[in-house]
């Protein structure tokens, strides 16, 4: 169970109207040994996804010719390279719409260009497994049976519980808001608020560690919700 090195030298592109930005995080990348496109335009960054096919996209919200939303939104239709936004504004509601259009991962300006050099290779890093792979290996869900298996151990589950853990299982990796989470699991009914989930995926984290007490697949993402992740982890 060794997630397959990250390609060693990653192609990012960066879409970003504000150069000064742009050329600082092109210069923390390439220190970190990663290549680098530039555009400013939604328009030349479909053009460089179909050319050049980088490894990440690091996506500014706010361009000159429309919103890295709705690019954002157009990419993940169609395929599972990841995004990470960039935004001026640190609103929690617009980190809940960037996860929820299927961003990787969220950054408010100002930013440190290192820290999102950091972000990048940890994106990467889970991305390097094979969608699945790793927590699909340990985890085995069986939709009819509304039962799920952890490390060939059957998981004594509410039905909360399976439909919280099973609406994780779907994107590995992948940060699940607590309103996401709680429409998944609780839909019309629900009436409490994110506190509910909190408690539940508590209660989820004690039967996994039950069965295997040296992983904690269940990943804290601190204001923005849960992910599953098992290699790569939050190391
Ligand atoms: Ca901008």
Not at 72 to 90: G, K, M
Not at 115 to 134: H, I
Not at 160 to 186: H, I, M, Q
Request: aromatic share 4%; charged share 25%; hydrophobic share 45%.
């Amino acid at each position: 169970m060794t997630p397959a090195a990250p390609t060693l030298n990653p192609h990012i592109l960066i879409v970003e109207d504000e150069d000064a930005i742009a050329a600082a995080l092109a210069y923390a990348l390439s220190t970190d040994g990663m290549t680098t496109t530039h555009v400013r335009l939604i328009v030349d960054a479909r053009r460089e996804l179909a050319d050049r096919r980088p490894a990440l996209m690091i996506l500014d919200v706010g361009l000159p010719d429309g919103s890295g939303f709705e690019l954002c939104r157009e990419v993940r239709a169609s395929s599972t390279l990841p995004v990470i936004l960039l935004t001026a504004r640190s609103e929690e509601i617009d980190r809940v719409v960037g996860l929820e259009l299927g961003a990787d991962d969220y950054v408010s300006k100002p930013f440190s260009p290192r820290e999102v050099s950091l972000r990048v290779r940890s994106v990467l890093r889970r991305m390097s497994v094979a969608p699945g792979q790793s927590a699909m290996t340990l985890f085995s869900v069986d939709e009819e049976g509304q039962r799920i298996t952890f490390n060939g151990a059957l998981l004594a589950l509410t039905r909360r519980e399976f439909l919280l853990l099973k609406t994780l299982l779907v994107r590995p990796g992948r940060v699940c808001s607590r309103e996401s989470l709680l429409d998944a699991a609780w839909g019309a009914e629900a009436e409490s608020g994110d506190r509910t989930v909190d408690t539940h995926i508590k209660t989820l984290r004690a039967k996994l560690k039950a069965i295997r007490a040296d992983l904690d697949p269940i990943e804290t993402h601190r204001g923005l919700g849960y992910s599953i992740n098992i290699l790569g982890g939050s190391a």
